[in-house]
């Protein structure tokens, strides 16, 4: 009888621990799908400079990451007229110093801006796979916006036609959902960060659910691509539960150890990581 109240008494707790585990659990990842991946460490943006001499997302910074081995994480954007471009921020202000979103400039427009005040532009995303060539793994980051489902449409359809090994990763659950319902065969990942670090970004609400994974339900993510710093509760239940660790964005040698990728940026780190990798 004491046994029977016990587990009466647990059985919330324990339903709601489930329940938590259900909303957070990972994709599974195949061996094949993780290989070209893990025990890298990945150029933030390519292998930009902090002095801006070779911008961020540039071609430029696309060739030095190749040349020295390293993994490249860049970001694709629809432009206005639909072409698949590369660039981080939504607005351009930042990086080549005029007011607007990238996504109501058509490529045309973009084309005739400047990265940081160099002679580099705005790359396509069809330029940028062709500097990689192949030769080094991407994470390719899919930002949102007001087309998602065409920007989806349109970088599958290029990433069909490219022979390197490439995984996607997006701040969005739904992106995230489509590429597993569309592209199964594609290793993805949920980027995310803390609740309180979204700021006005986004509801407080969404926050809570995107910074604790509960929106796993919806993508089964293969990887997590977490703000490097205190990690919830469930974050580190669902890495626990096996998805893969990949960390953004380090300036230090410090983060392989406890992670499986790593995104670097203003230093150099080795190429691989961990005993036994190549």
């Known amino acids: 009888m004491k046994m029977k109240s016990l587990l009466k008494a647990a059985a919330p707790a324990l339903t709601a621990a489930g329940t938590v585990a259900y909303l957070v659990a990972p994709g599974r990842a195949t061996s094949a799908q993780k290989a070209p991946f893990v025990d890298r460490n990945y ?15 540039s071609l430029e910074a696309f060739r030095a990451a190749v040349e020295h081995g390293y993994g490249v994480e860049m970001d694709v954007h629809l432009s206005a007229d639909g072409a698949l471009v ?67 449409e349109k970088t599958y359809a290029l990433l069909r036609t490219y022979a390197g090994p490439v995984c996607i990763e997006s701040f969005d659950p739904f992106i995230v959902r489509w590429f597993r319902l569309h592209a199964p065969e594609l290793l993805r990942g949920q980027l995310s960060l803390p609740p309180k670090d979204y700021g006005d970004s986004t509801t407080k609400l969404n926050a809570f659910l995107a910074g604790n994974l509960l929106t796993n339900v919806l993508c089964r993510p293969q990887f997590i691509a977490y703000q490097i710093g205190k990690k919830p509760m469930t974050v580190r239940l669902c890495e626990r539960m096996g998805a893969v660790r990949v960390a953004w964005t380090s300036h230090a040698w410090d983060q392989e150890s406890k992670n499986d990728m790593v995104i670097f940026e203003y230093y150099r780190p080795g190429v691989w990581f961990r005993a036994g990798s190549k």
């Open 86 to 152: 590369v660039f981080h921020d939504d607005t351009l202000d930042r990086v080549c110093g005029v007011p607007g979103r990238v996504e109501d400039k058509t490529l045309e427009e973009l084309r005739q801006l400047r990265l940081c005040g160099t002679d580099c532009g705005i790359p396509t995303l069809a330029e940028a796979l062709a500097v990689l060539g192949g030769r080094v793994p991407l994470i390719l980051e899919i930002k949102r916006g007001g087309h998602n489902r065409e920007l989806c």
């Open 43 to 57: 150029a933030h943006r390519g292998l930009h400079r902090q002095d801006k001499s070779v911008p961020e997302n």
